[in-house]
């Protein structure tokens, strides 16, 4: 269940400004505690597009964590963030 606990991580800093602060300043603490991997701890704690998408984060839940660490929507965030992501292929997608 750590890809839900990465998640979760995820969406908390996502929605709460204060947390997402504490998150920049520290991430170590925040995540202390949380049933997560090594690599998903090492991939949160760094802010990692790729590994965290290569881990299985959904895309819609990686994009506005990443929005919120930038402090919103500019046109070099998005460019930073296509970037890191530029180069991956999705195998078969199924609903």
Known sequence: MSLYATS???WKIT???ELAERFQAD???VLAGLDLTDVERKALAESN???LFELGVH???LYHFALRLAGGFSMPFI???LGQL???TVG???T
């Open 15 to 17: 929605r709460e400004k």
């Open 92 to 94: 078969d997608l199924e």
């Open 8 to 10: 979760r991580a995820m």
């Open 86 to 88: 530029q180069g991956l």
């Open 49 to 51: 597009v790729r590994a």
């Open 79 to 81: 460019q930073q963030y």
């Open 59 to 61: 895309p819609f839940v």
């Open 27 to 29: 991430p170590e603490a």
